[in-house]
């Protein structure tokens, strides 16, 4: 494996708790341990963060953006308090009805990161989700992937599923774990 020199993370279920029931207000947005620890030790061995979220909540009407914009403040504020940051963040705000390119399963907020941070090495991407949809617009964009355990999904069968698309995938209990595991490997 090349040296990492991007990490791509999904919001919901990696960075933060996830809910069913969607994150509709800062009060909601709570991190997993470690995990804005875990973008600081990144942040600090040179490497650039970004996020890539689906956020349908604001498509849907469940949300509007000063309130999303509100959560997304709460996030920053919290990973700079202990030394990290983010590089870039692309959300897709649209439902899994709305024809974009941008939601994940596509590759469109990726290659948009591609974009913005003008990476010409895919090899040196990787991308931590905790969903199937993670792994598949990961794939599309043409870089590895890592999954994390911490989200509500069945993380055992969406390991077995991404393991079709990406056999040599690993699966982490945290955002802390997988990227102890990325500075071992590169």
Not at 44 to 51: D, F, N
Not at 55 to 67: E, L, P, V
Not at 96 to 118: E, I, Q, S
Not at 132 to 152: C, M, N
Request: net charge negative.
């Amino acid at each position: 494996m090349k040296p990492i020199q991007t990490v791509i993370l999904d919001r919901d279920g990696v960075i933060n708790f996830d809910s069913p029931d969607y994150i509709l207000s800062p009060e909601q947005w709570n991190p997993i341990p470690g995990s804005l620890e875990a973008i600081a030790k990144l942040k600090q061995a040179g490497l650039q963060v970004t996020v890539c979220s689906n956020q349908s909540a604001i498509g849907r009407g469940m949300i509007d953006q000063t309130m999303f914009d509100a959560i997304q403040a709460k996030m920053v504020a919290a990973t700079e308090k202990v030394g990290g940051s983010f590089d870039y963040i692309a959300v897709c705000p649209h439902g899994p009805d709305d024809d974009c390119v941008c939601r994940k399963p596509l590759p469109g907020m990726l290659l948009d990161t591609f974009k913005a941070l003008n990476i010409q090495d895919k090899g040196t991407v990787i991308m931590v989700g905790d969903s199937y949809r993670d792994v598949q617009a990961a794939h599309a964009a043409g870089i590895d992937a890592i999954l994390v355990s911490s989200g509500y999904g069945d993380a055992n069968m969406i390991f077995e599923k991404s393991k079709v698309l990406m056999p040599n995938i690993q699966l982490f209990s945290n955002l802390a774990a997988a990227i102890t595991y990325i500075f071992e490997d590169t």
